[in-house]
């Protein structure tokens, strides 16, 4: 019996292996277009960079698109279309000058982008992809803040908590995760974050006042430095924190 399946098994490693060669032949141009013209678009994104860059042409372009749109398509929920058709965009560029393409993007959900942190290790592509919805929707950008801060991390969460300051800021400067979000920044040592965080804080500075001073009080290194020439700005400090602020501002 194990005689039989050893063999059976190889049989099946030798059918796979020449299918294998059958198949590993670069699809020429000429190729793509029986796929495309048999709607085949799943096979032709698989074998478009088959094609050479230099033989890739208008009509090649043209075909990505389509395959690209028809494969967001069958992505059976709305996170999994989100993280495919960002991840498409960023293989192929011009993919955002396809009419198609940024329309099926367009129609995105904020739930959908919410739904793409399930599928991605890092976020980026969800991130991007949520930073085009609230440039189109900057009313969502309060909501976007609050997903990125769950779904990633609150530092990722400073540049919508930014945007939504813009034209939510009575509401907006008042939620916890922003105070968070803010102390975060100033814990960073990159500028961006750095950046983000002190622009919130001047914007909500009385609303971040208390978190501000209570992350002094814990003595984060970074923090300190970072936060301690704002802090002095504001003239909200005395005692033994002006001290502490000073002494750093002279070092």
Not at 2 to 17: E, I, N, P, Q
Not at 230 to 245: H, I, P
Request: glycine share 6%; net charge positive; proline share 3%.
């Amino acid at each position: 019996m194990a005689f039989t399946f050893k063999r059976l098994a190889l049989s099946g490693l030798v059918f796979l292996s020449i299918v294998s060669f059958a198949t590993d032949r670069a699809y020429t141009l000429e190729d793509l277009k029986h796929l495309a013209d048999s709607n085949s678009w799943k096979e032709l994104l698989e074998h478009a960079e088959d094609v050479a860059p230099a033989s890739r042409n208008a009509q090649w372009n043209t075909w990505v698109e389509k395959s690209a749109t028809a494969e967001v398509k069958s992505m059976p929920n709305g996170g999994m279309k989100a993280y495919r058709a960002w991840v498409l965009a960023s293989r192929y560029p011009f993919l955002a000058q396809g009419k198609e393409f940024v329309a099926l993007r367009n129609g995105l959900t904020l739930e959908a982008y919410e739904g793409c942190f399930e599928y991605s290790d890092t976020g980026d592509f969800c991130t991007q992809g949520l930073k085009e919805y609230v440039s189109a929707h900057p009313d969502k950008a309060g909501e976007a803040a609050r997903i990125v801060s769950l779904k990633l991390n609150i530092v990722g969460a400073l540049p919508f908590y930014s945007e939504a300051a813009k034209t939510q800021k009575v509401a907006i400067c008042k939620e916890e995760p922003l105070h968070r979000a803010v102390v975060a920044g100033f814990s960073q040592p990159d500028a961006k974050p750095l950046g983000l965080a002190r622009g919130l804080a001047s914007v909500c500075a009385r609303e971040s006042k208390e978190a501000l001073l209570a992350a002094l009080d814990q003595g984060g290194s970074y923090f300190s430095e970072n936060a301690c020439g704002f802090l002095l700005e504001q003239k909200w400090l005395s005692g033994l924190r002006e001290k502490k602020c000073r002494r750093l501002a002279k070092q």
